[in-house]
């Protein structure tokens, strides 16, 4: 099984809802990551989790809160956002190795959740 | 830190023509990934380059990674509609867990 499911597929919703975006995968990866994606724009890195902890946050706007409850779930919590925040959401995981000097890390993307904030 | 440049950005061809898209980083890579993201889809992961000069073939595509590790390319012989899509490179960004990719290429064939 090397699929990385994503919930709610789409989703719309108003500048002062919260609402969460759900990820999860049974691969037995230990990294897991959200993107954020604009359209025609490559996906940009928003948060690296690595064995259940947050080790990357690329200055993300606090309206954005990751939790991962255990290895094989990840959520993106949303608050307060703003119409600039619409973009695809994609989540990814993976298994990174050193082999030598070389990190190998195939990551593995999910669908993605479509996010319209109005 | 550390960029990942790809040319073109566009490319536009007719069915049976080749396509080859070209990755430049400002510094040295581990090494360089290439995905394919289809129209309304998500980026899937179509290889690996690791070693300096590698080149892997997969049926009509070619990937190489240059001598000096700080470059690659995607040859893609006698594109076929189903080749339609953005072809992005990656490497690690300095943090070493975490892709910096390209800006993509997007490919639009025509029969």
């Known amino acids: 099984d090397t699929e990385v499911t994503q919930t709610p597929k789409h989703l719309v919703m108003g500048m002062t809802n919260k609402k969460s975006l759900k990820c999860e995968q049974h691969m037995g990866h230990r990294a897991m990551y959200w993107y954020k994606q604009k359209a025609k724009k490559p996906p940009e890195l928003m948060f690296v989790y690595s064995y259940e902890k947050l080790s990357i946050n690329e200055s993300v706007p606090s309206r954005f809160s990751p939790e991962c409850p255990n290895s094989s779930l990840l959520n993106l919590h949303l608050h307060a956002l703003q119409p600039e925040d619409s973009a695809l959401y994609l989540c990814?995981?993976?298994?990174?190795?050193?082999?030598?000097?070389?990190?190998?890390?195939?990551?593995?993307f999910g669908p993605g959740t479509r996010l319209t904030v109005l | 830190g550390q960029q990942v440049m790809q040319i073109p950005q566009y490319q536009h061809v007719q069915e049976g023509e080749d396509f080859t898209t070209y990755c430049n980083s400002s510094?040295?890579?581990?090494?360089i990934q290439w995905y394919k993201q289809r129209p309304g889809g998500h980026p899937v992961f179509l290889i690996q380059?690791?070693?300096?000069?590698e080149v892997k073939k997969q049926k009509r595509l070619t990937f190489q990674f240059g001598e000096a590790k700080k470059n690659s390319s995607l040859h893609i012989t006698a594109t076929q509609t189903t080749d339609v899509g953005t072809y992005f490179c990656?490497?690690?960004?300095?943090?070493?867990?975490?892709?910096?990719f390209g800006k993509g290429t997007s490919l639009l064939v025509t029969p």
């Open positions: 380059l690791v070693k300096s000069g």
């Open positions: 510094t040295t890579l581990s090494n």
């Open positions: 990814a995981s993976s298994n990174p190795a050193r082999r030598g000097k070389s990190l190998t890390d195939t990551q593995y």
């Open positions: 990656a490497g690690f960004k300095n943090s070493g867990y975490a892709l910096n």
